[in-house]
């Protein structure tokens, strides 16, 4: 503990998330507040004593999760969780988008688009309402499907004219297939847990929601929703970042075909909107399904092209470290704010402001500072399912793959130790960390992934490198053009080794 202080934290935060997650009938909000409160001071006032200390300051970390994850359970008088029955509504609502879409797909024969929805005020004739007919401030998040091709931006407030509900408690995923349709279309932040959904007989979709703190579905079609404003109390870097997303987005579509150009708006942009459900399933069934995730391999190399780039231009080396660190809190913005882009920038942040300071980077510290700062902001992020893969594929990692490593002779050729048995090493690694949680969440094994990944990775990190070029010089008439032939080619040697590793005989399993 005393190595790794930020590791323990975290261990121990976690720890309070899930006793206060499991036990709530012996757990309040009150109580909690006064545990916290006096194992505090019991640290503050036993400082002589060293380790009596520690103990007391670990247990006020335990009682300060719990304490969060029962507050993130307490809504306002105001909120929409109180004003909602288990029937769906006809209702008027105003509210301003506070994302981009969310998704776009055909439901029940119509094309719709998604999109998170922070409610201001809501009238209907429901009997739960003060006042019928009159309209009601409320505050809280929705997800508002609208019937329409038309693109509604972030800050864009609305009046929507539809029903409203809260969403479906649980479903059965192969009886129910408009269910699935219902959430198959999420966003790239939230596709892991959907996709355990298709694989387990039961899904608690309401559950799922309410820990992104999402209350109720809004149904509307285009004609029943009125634009009342644009940029309407919007976050400038936000916006700026949304501005920037869908133009690279439209990039990618302009100069390349349809599966090459959505799969790298998948790996640079974190939008999974427009891929094929075909490659989903090859990359799934061939263990290379994380790929499609913005992931520490893709913010490690953004973070290798701005480092170079400001070294290029000889600025200070403080100086460009900053910028680094502000650029990829940027990109973080830009592709979505996953779990597994949140943890990868703080570790990288960590890093470089280590190398400022002088100290030593240590990997578990860099991995608890990562998930501590994520779950401090919503503690129900622990029981994502992206969120929990992300963190154990990179502790196995740093923890197998050195093990593994040592069984192999010093001796042996420096360039098949490096270039072979380490990548190998490494996916094995990841292999069997996630192993046990994929089985459990998915129904499904892939052993194919150790080999799989071996010679998928590699193209992938070259496509990335490739993309970013694009990004910077797409727009240049012969360049651009060869760039994203040199894409395209990429992409497509990427599908043909995803779709022949997930057809190879006992390659994958389901249970």
Not at 392 to 409: N, Q
Request: proline share 4%; net charge positive.
């Amino acid at each position: 503990m005393d190595k790794r202080p930020i590791a323990a934290i975290c261990i121990f935060f976690i720890i309070g998330i899930l006793l206060a997650a499991r036990i709530p009938k012996l757990l309040n909000l009150t109580l909690a507040f006064i545990v916290t409160l006096i194992f505090i001071l019991s640290a503050v006032v036993s400082l002589k004593f060293l380790k009596i200390s520690k103990i007391f300051l670990f247990l006020s970390i335990t009682s300060l999760g719990s304490l969060l994850y029962l507050n993130s359970n307490i809504f306002p008088p105001d909120h929409i969780n109180h004003f909602l029955g288990k029937d769906k509504v006809k209702a008027e609502i105003t509210g301003v988008i506070k994302s981009p879409a969310e998704a776009r797909g055909v439901y029940y024969g119509k094309v719709s688009s998604r999109y998170i929805f922070e409610v201001e005020a809501l009238r209907t004739h429901a009997s739960k309402l003060k006042a019928e007919g009159e309209w009601q401030k409320i505050n809280g998040l929705a997800l508002v499907r609208i019937q329409t091709e038309k693109d509604y931006q972030y800050g864009d407030r609305l009046m929507v004219k539809g029903t409203i509900k809260r969403p479906f408690e649980s479903v059965i995923a192969r009886a129910k297939p408009e269910a699935i349709s219902e959430i198959a279309s999420s966003s790239a932040k939230n596709r892991s847990g959907l996709l355990a959904m298709t694989n387990r007989s039961n899904f608690n979709y309401k559950e799922y929601l309410e820990n992104q703190n999402i209350f109720a579905i809004i149904n509307a079609s285009e004609k029943n929703v009125t634009l009342l404003s644009r940029n309407y109390k919007t976050n400038p870097v936000l916006r700026y970042a949304y501005l920037i997303r869908e133009k690279l987005k439209n990039q990618f579509l302009e100069k390349m075909p349809i599966e090459s150009g959505a799969f790298l708006r998948a790996i640079l942009l974190g939008d999974r909107s427009e891929l094929p459900k075909k490659l989903n399933e090859s990359f799934r069934n061939s263990g290379t399904m994380h790929i499609l995730a913005i992931s520490g391999l893709n913010v490690a190399l953004m973070a290798a092209a701005f480092l170079y780039f400001f070294k290029l231009l000889r600025i200070r080396r403080k100086v460009y470290y900053t910028l680094t660190m502000l650029l990829l809190v940027f990109l973080m913005i830009l592709t979505g704010s996953s779990a597994s882009v949140v943890r990868a920038t703080i570790m990288c942040i960590v890093f470089l402001a280590g190398l400022l300071l002088g100290r030593p980077v240590d990997a578990y510290n860099s991995l608890g500072a990562a998930a501590f700062f994520i779950l401090i902001i919503n503690p129900k992020d622990i029981f994502d399912v992206g969120f929990q893969l992300s963190f154990i594929a990179v502790l196995s990692m740093v923890y197998l793959a050195p093990k593994l490593m040592r069984i192999v002779k010093k001796d042996w050729n420096f360039y098949v130790r490096k270039y072979l048995l380490e990548p190998f090493a490494v996916s094995v690694s990841a292999t069997l960390g996630t192993f046990p949680f994929i089985l459990y969440y998915f129904r499904m094994g892939t052993p194919i992934a150790v080999i799989s990944n071996i010679l998928i990775v590699p193209l992938m990190f070259a496509l990335m490198i490739g993309g970013m070029c694009f990004v910077a010089l797409g727009w240049l008439p012969f360049i651009g053009d060869v760039l994203a032939y040199c894409n395209n080619t990429l992409a497509n040697t990427i599908f043909f080794l995803a779709e022949f590793f997930a057809g190879i005989r006992f390659g994958h399993f389901n249970i």
